[in-house]
C-alpha cells in the first residue's frame, strides 16, 4: 500500500470518527433541550411545585397535633344537647303520627259513580274448622260474605277537606240501617288529615270510629279513587259509592 492510500484511510476514518461525535453531540444537546422544557412545563402545570427556602425562625411556633377521630366524635357529641334533641325526635314522630302522608291518587269526586266490589278469593291451603273438620280445601274460590256479614258502613273521607268533614257529620246523624235485626255500625277511614283533629271534631260518640287508610291498602283493594265514599254490603258484593259534593 503506498503512503497515498495508507493517508487517504486515515482521512476516512477521522471523517467517520468526527462525524459520529458530533452525532452524539447533537444528541445530547436534543435530550437537554427536552428535559429543559420538561422542568419549565412541570412548574408551570403544578404550582405547588417550589424550591425551598430557609427563612430562619420567624415569630412564635407551635407544634401541630392531629386529634383523633374517635377522640373529635366524642369531643362534638360532648357539645350536642341530647335532650333537646331527644324533644326534636319526638315533636318529629308526634306530627308524623298526627298528620300522615295523604293517600296517593285520591282526589275530590268530580261526579257520582257507583260500582261493585267481589271480595272472593282462592285459598292456598285448606280451610279447618277448629272441630278439624275442613270447610274449605286448597284452591277453592270462596267469598267471606257466605258466611259473615260485614254489618258496616265505610266512609272514605279526607280530612283536611272542610266540605267533606261537613258531609260525613251529616251522614253519621242519619240513623244506621239493620240487617237481620242487627245494627249497621260507621266507620271512616281517612284519605287524608289528621285523624286527632277529627276524633275531636265528631266528638266522643263517634271518636272510635275513625281510622286512616296507611298506604292506600283499603282504597286499592276497593279501587277507590275519588272522596267522600262509601262502602256497604249488597248480596254477596261491596257497593261502593264515590259521592259529588255541591254539583
Same mark, same amino acid.
Given at each position: 500500500m503506498s503512503n497515498l492510500e495508507a493517508a487517504s484511510i486515515s482521512q476516512e476514518k477521522a471523517n467517520r470518527i468526527i462525524n459520529k461525535v458530533s452525532g452524539i453531540k447533537d444528541c445530547l444537546i436534543r435530550r437537554i433541550?427536552?428535559?429543559t422544557r420538561l422542568i419549565i412545563l412541570i412548574l408551570i402545570i403544578s404550582p405547588t411545585v417550589a424550591f425551598a427556602t430557609d427563612f430562619g425562625?420567624?415569630?412564635?411556633?407551635?407544634?401541630?397535633? *392531629?386529634?383523633?377521630?374517635?377522640?373529635?366524635?366524642?369531643?362534638?357529641?360532648?357539645?350536642?344537647?341530647?335532650?333537646?334533641?331527644? %324533644?326534636?325526635?319526638?315533636?318529629?314522630?308526634?306530627?308524623? !303520627?298526627?298528620?300522615?302522608?295523604? !293517600?296517593q291518587g285520591i282526589n275530590p269526586a268530580t261526579k257520582d259513580r257507583i260500582f261493585y266490589f267481589d271480595p272472593s278469593y282462592t285459598l292456598d291451603k285448606d280451610?279447618?274448622?277448629?272441630?278439624?273438620?275442613?270447610?274449605?280445601?286448597?284452591?277453592?274460590?270462596?267469598?267471606? /260474605? %257466605?258466611? =259473615?256479614?260485614?254489618?258496616?258502613? =265505610?266512609? @272514605?273521607?279526607?280530612? #283536611?277537606?272542610?266540605?267533606? !268533614? *261537613?258531609? /260525613?257529620? &251529616?251522614?253519621l246523624q242519619i240513623p244506621s240501617p239493620? =240487617?237481620?235485626?242487627? &245494627? =249497621? %255500625?260507621?266507620?271512616?277511614? /281517612?284519605?287524608?288529615?289528621?285523624? @286527632?283533629k277529627l276524633k275531636e271534631e265528631l266528638?266522643?260518640?263517634?271518636?272510635?270510629?275513625?281510622? @286512616?287508610?296507611? #298506604?292506600?291498602? /283499603?282504597?286499592?283493594? @276497593?279501587?277507590?279513587?275519588? #272522596?267522600?265514599?262509601? !262502602?256497604?254490603?249488597e248480596g254477596l258484593l261491596l257497593k261502593i259509592a264515590e259521592v259529588l259534593l255541591n254539583d
Amino acid at each position: 500500500m503506498s503512503n497515498l492510500e495508507a493517508a487517504s484511510i486515515s482521512q476516512e476514518k477521522a471523517n467517520r470518527i468526527i462525524n459520529k461525535v458530533s452525532g452524539i453531540k447533537d444528541c445530547l444537546i436534543r435530550r437537554i433541550i427536552k428535559m429543559t422544557r420538561l422542568i419549565i412545563l412541570i412548574l408551570i402545570i403544578s404550582p405547588t411545585v417550589a424550591f425551598a427556602t430557609d427563612f430562619g425562625k420567624q415569630g412564635q411556633t407551635f407544634k401541630i397535633l *392531629e386529634e383523633p377521630f374517635i377522640q373529635m366524635m366524642k369531643n362534638r357529641m360532648e357539645k350536642v344537647d341530647m335532650e333537646a334533641e331527644k %324533644e326534636k325526635i319526638q315533636t318529629r314522630a308526634k306530627h308524623k !303520627v298526627e298528620n300522615p302522608t295523604p !293517600v296517593q291518587g285520591i282526589n275530590p269526586a268530580t261526579k257520582d259513580r257507583i260500582f261493585y266490589f267481589d271480595p272472593s278469593y282462592t285459598l292456598d291451603k285448606d280451610a279447618v274448622l277448629p272441630c278439624g273438620k275442613i270447610l274449605h280445601k286448597a284452591g277453592a274460590t270462596v267469598n267471606p /260474605l %257466605e258466611h =259473615i256479614e260485614l254489618n258496616r258502613r =265505610i266512609f @272514605f273521607i279526607d280530612g #283536611s277537606n272542610h266540605e267533606q !268533614v *261537613e258531609w /260525613l257529620k &251529616i251522614q253519621l246523624q242519619i240513623p244506621s240501617p239493620k =240487617i237481620n235485626n242487627q &245494627i =249497621i %255500625e260507621d266507620r271512616v277511614i /281517612l284519605v287524608g288529615g289528621s285523624v @286527632f283533629k277529627l276524633k275531636e271534631e265528631l266528638g266522643e260518640t263517634h271518636a272510635d270510629k275513625v281510622y @286512616f287508610d296507611q #298506604s292506600g291498602e /283499603l282504597t286499592i283493594k @276497593f279501587g277507590i279513587t275519588a #272522596s267522600p265514599a262509601i !262502602v256497604t254490603q249488597e248480596g254477596l258484593l261491596l257497593k261502593i259509592a264515590e259521592v259529588l259534593l255541591n254539583d
